[in-house]
């Protein structure tokens, strides 16, 4: 009979085929805890895997970031289901920049049971904002006067680069009574992970341990920092 009436295989039977691997997408690496390093890769696989069936044991990441559990259905980064294509690992990293994934291993399954082939190198988007660890300045302690310049160093997660726009990028410090406050103004360190800044020390400017006024005190202006 043909395929489309009632006597047909079709009609009388619901035989399902998949015979299909799963394949990794994607994966996006995550600063959860803002704290400046790594800690969640999500890979996005081409259709819903069991979560409960992947061991974080067969997944490999570069740049010293060591996978050390698999998140499910716990609602971070999209993972909010135990049978979803996404996959977070969560990881351990000496610092926040790019790296790839590899898997090797039979863990990672589609519903039906097809496990997924071995892939040594998932790209991974940095999806993590750089993080400000330390403000300080090279110069030694000590007493500064009108007209000396002050570099200040302020250390990023990751690399990051800058433009400066029109107005750059600044840090307003607490320079003391007769003035509310100061720019240190960026000047240098494109492409690395330090950036400096220069306040040069205006009459009346007076402070008993110079600081930024707050936690606000970095402005981009009409400039821009990213990684």
Do not use: H, W
């Not at 039906?112 to 999806?127: E, F, M, P, R």
Request: glycine share 8%.
């Amino acid at each position: 009979p043909l395929p489309t009436v009632d006597a047909s295989l079709g009609t009388n039977k619901q035989i399902i085929i998949d015979g299909v691997r799963p394949t990794f997408v994607s994966a996006e690496e995550f600063d959860t805890d803002n704290n400046g390093t790594i800690d969640r890769v999500s890979i996005t696989m081409s259709e819903p895997v069991n979560d409960a069936a992947v061991a974080f044991g067969d997944f490999t990441l570069g740049s010293g970031v060591t996978p050390t559990s698999i998140v499910s259905a716990s609602g971070v980064n999209g993972d909010g289901s135990a049978t979803d294509n996404i996959i977070t690992l969560a990881v351990t990293s000496t610092e926040s920049s790019s790296f790839t994934v590899g898997y090797s291993g039979t863990s990672v399954q589609d519903l039906a049971g097809n496990t997924a082939n071995s892939n040594s190198s998932i790209s991974v988007t940095d999806l993590a904002d750089p993080i400000i660890l330390s403000v300080t300045s090279s110069i030694g302690n000590g007493a500064y006067n009108e007209g000396d310049l002050i570099p200040i160093q302020v250390t990023f997660s990751e690399v990051v680069s800058y433009t400066t726009g029109a107005t750059a990028p600044s840090i307003a410090l607490a320079t003391g009574a007769t003035t509310v406050s100061q720019d240190a103004v960026l000047a240098s360190g494109n492409g690395t992970k330090i950036l400096v800044f220069e306040y040069t020390v205006q009459a009346d400017d007076e402070s008993a341990d110079l600081n930024y006024v707050n936690v606000d005190a970095l402005s981009l202006n009409t400039g821009t920092i990213t990684d």
